[in-house]
């Protein structure tokens, strides 16, 4: 089983920044991708950025230029770095791993999700 566990949500106004963290525990053979999702209320959830294996990245329209994915593998920890927030970007935030791991003997790709945290942006 692989776990991962959110932090660095909270209350800022807008302009302000904010880092999210996600560490990940266990055991894997291989992270194939990395992502952060959020939700507003009464909204569907959407994806925010993603970061590949090799190290590619891409952003949603919304957060380009001022959002940054970026992992740390000797920490198992992705971030998400959010500058010039606004209040729009309040939601709950969601990290998600895609995993490749062996179970029930055999290797397969799961997808793992954080806890969610909340990121409220307001004056």
């Known amino acids: 089983q692989v776990q991962l566990v959110e932090s660095g949500g909270g209350l800022v106004q807008p302009g302000g920044s904010l880092r999210l963290s996600c560490t990940a525990s266990?055991?894997?053979?291989?992270?194939?991708?990395m992502d952060w999702y959020r939700q507003a209320p009464e909204k569907q959830r959407e994806l925010v950025a993603t970061r590949t294996s090799p190290g590619t990245t891409n952003y949603a329209d919304s957060v380009k230029g001022r959002f940054t994915i970026s992992r740390n593998s000797v920490k198992n920890t992705m971030y998400l770095q959010m500058n010039s927030l606004k209040p729009e970007a309040t939601a709950i935030y969601y990290c998600?791993?895609?995993?490749?791991?062996?179970?029930?003997?055999?290797?397969?790709?799961?997808?793992?999700w954080g806890q969610g945290t909340q990121v409220t942006v307001s004056s």
């Open positions: 998600n791993m895609n995993i490749r791991r062996i179970a029930k003997g055999r290797v397969g790709d799961y997808d793992c």
């Open positions: 266990g055991s894997w053979l291989n992270i194939n991708t």
